[in-house]
């Protein structure tokens, strides 16, 4: 499985962006059950911010995003996407899509996931 994340750049405090993420490979449709994007700042860990049901409708947030995100996913493109609103300069980070099976961890945590994207740099300014 392939991850390519793409949507980052500059962006304004209190402005949206939308970031997605492509994925490809013969095991997809055989081992994604769950795709979600983390993200990691500089000297920080990398932290959960959503993630979505590939086959069935669940949503999971992160609590420090929660109500400014939005996760959704396009199954005929094979493609997930994460709107960020009301930017804040907190949520500059390099941001990451992941691929994950149907059981294991829960979501919010990275060991659920063995497929990651290469990652995309968000870098919001005030």
């Known amino acids: 499985v392939q991850l390519q994340a793409s949507g980052g750049g500059l962006a304004q405090a209190g402005g949206s962006l939308r970031l997605s993420c492509v994925a490809s490979?013969?095991?997809?449709?055989?081992?994604?059950?769950?795709m979600a994007w983390f993200h990691q700042s500089p000297g920080k860990e990398r932290e959960f911010v959503a993630a979505i049901g590939w086959n069935v409708f669940s949503r999971y947030y992160g609590d420090s995003v929660k109500g400014r995100v939005t996760i959704s996913k396009d199954r005929a493109r094979n493609m997930v996407f994460l709107d960020v609103n009301s930017l804040k300069s907190e949520d500059t980070a390099v941001y990451f899509c992941?691929?994950?099976?149907?059981?294991?961890?829960?979501?919010?945590?990275?060991?659920?996931?063995?497929?990651w994207g290469q990652g995309t740099q968000v870098t919001v300014s005030s």
């Open positions: 992941a691929a994950g099976p149907a059981h294991g961890m829960p979501p919010y945590s990275e060991k659920r996931y063995g497929y």
């Open positions: 490979g013969s095991a997809f449709s055989t081992y994604v059950n769950i």
